[in-house]
């Protein structure tokens, strides 16, 4: 996936009081007992559903569960700990630069077909304006030669009857020939037209494309920083997240703080504090994220 700029995930350990549950249970030996969290208010602009987001939750769990061979979360739709998504500013500049993207991969797929299609027509009106060209040059050599037979018995006073006749062919013959060639040119200049149109077509697309760029690079092109989820204690807000995959791995990364896991120092790991060389697809603890579960459950590794 195609990430553009840096998105911080961040993650507040802030201690808080769940009413019904002690701050204790959730930093200090959390893996006791499994924590309840539901999914509360999920703005319709993200365009993801309750139901989606509780299967993400759910792989998200897996994650942190599975290394230690027990429930450390359940879902319970009375929880005090409520995940929420909120849009402001953070998804709105996803959701731009993912237009951006979207328009530039159209322009591109466009522009390569354009191409393409010139290139065929290109090389047919090249293949064609040579077989033309070879026709007319023995065609003008016909009519010359025929020409200048009629030159040689004109001087004679005349052909003989059946020399006529062979004439007439021959003119005939030749008059087909122009009729055809003509033809012919008629139709080249219609390929060629084509080709200059697609020409033209191509050369806008590759304007567009390259003006979209240009923006694109002049807004987008320095790394950002901004968070794309938080967690408060008692709370979790999702503000950003570029798709199903990329918001798996946020939620995954805010589930360990509820745990009480900090962040760790390797880039492909979980708990590291950026989106950087973490699989966006099957998502499992590195040795590091485990060694920080292990600590907060008291477990030896």
Known sequence: MHRIGTYVIIGILAVATFSGISSSRLF???????????????DSRFGVSTSTVKELLADAEEVWETPVD???????????????????????????VRSYEDTLTDLEASHSEIINAYQSASNEYESR???????????EADLEAYNQ???????????????????????????DELNRLETQQDDLEILRRQVNDLADRGNTVAAEYNETASTFTERFGSPREFSQAIFTGDKMTVYQFEDQS??????????????????????DSVMYYLMEDQPLENI??????????????????
Do not use: M
């Open 28 to 42: 200090a030996g959390p893996c006791a007992h499994p924590i309840p969290y539901r999914v509360g208010d999920i």
């Open 70 to 96: 027990r429930e450390l979360f359940v879902y319970d739709s009375e929880a005090d700990f409520v995940i929420d998504f909120e849009f402001d500013h953070r998804q709105q500049t996803t959701d731009t």
């Open 129 to 139: 304006l040579n077989s033309y060209e070879t026709q007319l040059n023995a065609y």
């Open 149 to 175: 037979t009629v030159r040689d018995w004109n001087q004679q006073g005349g052909a003989p009857e059946n020399e006529r006749d062979d004439l007439i062919a021959e003119q005939e013959r030749l008059r």
């Open 246 to 267: 990329d918001l798996r791995l946020a939620l995954t990364h805010e589930l360990g703080h509820a745990l009480g896991v900090g962040h760790v120092s390797s880039s």
């Open 284 to 301: 499992s603890l590195t040795a590091e994220d485990q060694e920080a579960l292990y600590n907060v459950c008291e477990i030896d590794a």
